[in-house]
C-alpha cells in the first residue's frame, strides 16, 4: 500500500485546526474527503498499542494542516490522522508487520507533536509513536545510526571521557565560564541599562526550594560544552554534579521506550532537586518520567526567578535583530513558548520568523536518519530568516542548534545561530581595560 488521497485541510466548520476553537462542531463526518486506508478489524489486538490511547482518534482531521511531513507530501498516510490509522491497521492484523508503509511512515514522522496542540481529542500522538518505534524499530530493524548513538549515550564512561575531551561546565567552587564568544560580522556590547524581569508563561508549577542541578546533555557535552558553560554563568547557584548519564530521550524517540524510562529515572536519582536543562526535548521527556516539577527548561527557570539581564546584544552599534526557533518537545510537550521570547526581547529587537514554532528537520536522530527530508522541512525557514535580515537565530535545544547552524552555513546567511544561554550570556558588561572579545571577533561582513 503506497497510493493515498489527498483529504482537506479544514475542519467540518471550515476552521483549520490551528484556528479550530477545540473541536466544537464535531468530528468531521467520514466521506470521500476521508482517509482510505484499511480500517482495524474487530476483535483482539496485536497488544502494540494502548488500546485507549488508539481510540482516543476521532479521525477529524484538524491535525493535517499542522503536519509538516503531511505539508510536504499532501498524502493522507503522511499525516498524523492517516499514521494512526497505520497504527491501527498494525494493532489489528490487517497490515503486516514488515509493510513498507509502515516503515517509511514510522521513519518519516518528524515526532515534532505539532498535532497535539491542535487535536481536539487529546491524542497523545507523541506516546503512540513511541510505541510504534518500539515495536517496528526493534532489534535489527532499528537504523545503524540510532543503534549506534543509542549505545553511545548508554556508557558512562564514553559520557564522561566527552567531558574530557571536551571541558563542560564545572562543579561548585569552579571558576565560572566565561561569555561565549560573538558572531562574526556582529559586535557584541553591554548596556548598563538593565531592563525588566521576564514574565514567566503559562501555568508553571509552584517554584520551589529544592536545589538545582544542572544537567549537561549528551549532545551538548560532546557538541557544545560552551552552552552548558554559559548555562553555569547565568545560574551560578545550580549545581553540576559530575555522575550524570543520558536522560534516555533519544532511546525513547528511537524505538526503545523501557530503556529511556530507565534512564530518565537514574538520571533524576543523579540529579537533586531540580533538574535545569538546556535542551528543550530532554525537559519534556524528564518531565513525563520525573514529574512537571522536578524539571525546569533555561527559559522557564530564569524566567521564574526573575532573572534580569546585564545588558543588550548589539550588532554593529545597534541593538541586534533575533529571532527564536522553538524547541518541538518544549513547546508542544511542556506549552513553554513566552519566556525564551521575552528573555531574548530584554537584550535584543526580537523578529518572529513566521515558522518560529514549526519544526526545524532536527528531530533528533531525523537529520541523521532522513537528510534529504530533513533539509525540506529546514528550507522554508532559512528563506524567512533571509527575508527577516536578523543577526541571530536562537535555539533552545542543541539539536535544533546543530540544524541551525548546518543551515545557515550552507544558504551563506550573515545570520549566526546560538544557543540562548550562549545568547544571554553576551548581553554582559566586557571587563574594564580589557578588549570585548566580541570586537576581536567582528570582521567585515560576509556577501
Ligand atoms: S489526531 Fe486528533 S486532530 Fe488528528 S484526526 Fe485524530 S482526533 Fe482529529
Ligand atoms: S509528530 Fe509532527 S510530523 Fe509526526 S504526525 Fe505529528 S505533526 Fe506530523
Given at each position: ?329 518544549l513547546r508542544n510537550g511542556l506549552g513553554v513558548t513566552r519566556p525564551p521570547r521575552e528573555l531574548i526581547a530584554e537584550v535584543a529587537d526580537y523578529v518572529e520568523l513566521p515558522s518560529a514554532g514549526k519544526c ?57 545561530a546560538i544557543h540562548l544561554a550562549e545568547f544571554l550570556a553576551l548581553a554582559t558588561e566586557p571587563e574594564p581595560g580589557r578588549p570585548d572579545p566580541a570586537s576581536r571577533a567582528h570582521g567585515p561582513k560576509e556577501?
Amino acid at each position: 500500500m503506497t497510493d493515498h488521497d489527498t483529504v482537506d485541510h479544514t475542519g467540518p466548520c471550515g476552521s483549520s485546526g490551528a484556528e479550530c476553537a477545540g473541536g466544537a462542531c464535531g468530528p468531521a463526518p467520514a466521506g470521500p474527503t476521508g482517509p482510505v486506508l484499511p480500517g482495524p478489524s474487530a476483535g483482539q489486538g496485536r497488544g502494540i498499542f494502548d488500546k485507549e490511547l488508539l481510540d482516543r482518534c476521532i479521525s477529524c482531521g484538524f491535525c493535517l494542516p499542522a503536519c509538516p511531513t503531511y505539508a510536504l507530501t499532501g498524502q493522507e498516510t503522511s499525516s498524523p490522522r492517516g499514521r494512526i490509522t497505520l497504527m491501527r491497521a498494525l494493532e489489528a492484523g490487517d497490515l503486516a508487520p514488515d509493510d513498507p508503509t509502515l516503515a517509511e511512515e514510522s521513519s518519516f514522522c518528524l515526532g515534532c507533536r505539532a498535532c497535539e496542540t491542535v487535536c481536539p481529542a487529546g491524542v497523545q500522538y507523541g506516546r503512540l509513536l513511541e510505541q510504534w518505534r518500539d515495536h517496528q524499530w526493534s532489534g535489527r530493524r532499528r537504523p545503524w545510526i540510532a543503534r549506534a548513538l543509542m549505545m553511545l549515550v548508554s556508557r558512562p564512561g564514553l559520557l564522561r571521557l566527552q567531558g574530557l575531551v571536551r571541558r563542560h561546565a564545572r562543579g561548585p567552587g569552579e571558576k565560572a565560564a566565561p561569555a561565549p564568544s560573538a558572531p562574526s560580522s556582529a559586535s557584541a556590547t553591554a548596556s548598563a541599562s538593565a531592563s525588566a524581569s521576564a514574565p514567566s508563561s503559562g501555568k508553571p508549577p509552584e517554584p520551589s526550594q529544592q536545589p538545582v542541578s544542572l544537567m549537561l546533555g549528551c549532545v551538548e557535552r560532546g557538541l557544545y560544552p560552551r552552552v552548558s558553560r554559559a548555562a553555569r554563568h547565568l545560574c551560578p547557584e545550580a549545581d553540576v554534579p559530575t555522575a550524570q548519564g543520558c536522560c534516555g530521550a533519544l532511546h525513547a524517540h528511537n524505538g526503545d521506550s523501557a530503556t529511556g524510562e530507565k534512564l530518565a529515572r537514574r538520571l533524576g536519582e543523579q540529579l537533586p532537586g531540580t533538574i535545569l536543562t538546556t535542551a528543550g526535548g530532554c525537559a519534556a521527556h524528564l518531565a513525563h518520567h520525573l514529574g512537571r516539577d522536578r524539571v525546569r527548561e533555561l527559559s522557564e527557570y530564569l524566567a521564574e526567578k526573575g532573572h534580569r539581564p546585564a545588558g543588550r546584544v548589539m550588532v554593529d552599534g545597534r541593538r541586534a535583530r533575533a529571532a527564536l526557533q522553538d524547541s518541538c518537545h518544549l513547546r508542544n510537550g511542556l506549552g513553554v513558548t513566552r519566556p525564551p521570547r521575552e528573555l531574548i526581547a530584554e537584550v535584543a529587537d526580537y523578529v518572529e520568523l513566521p515558522s518560529a514554532g514549526k519544526c526545524c528537520g532536527a528531530a533528533g536522530t531525523y537529520s541523521l536518519l532522513r537528510p534529504a527530508d530533513s533539509k525540506k522541512v529546514l528550507d522554508p525557514k532559512l528563506s524567512e530568516v533571509e527575508a527577516a535580515d536578523v543577526d541571530y537565530v536562537v535555539a533552545v535545544n542543541p539539536g535544533c542548534l546543530r540544524q541551525l547552524e548546518q543551515g545557515l552555513r550552507r544558504a551563506r546567511s550573515r545570520a549566526k545561530a546560538i544557543h540562548l544561554a550562549e545568547f544571554l550570556a553576551l548581553a554582559t558588561e566586557p571587563e574594564p581595560g580589557r578588549p570585548d572579545p566580541a570586537s576581536r571577533a567582528h570582521g567585515p561582513k560576509e556577501p
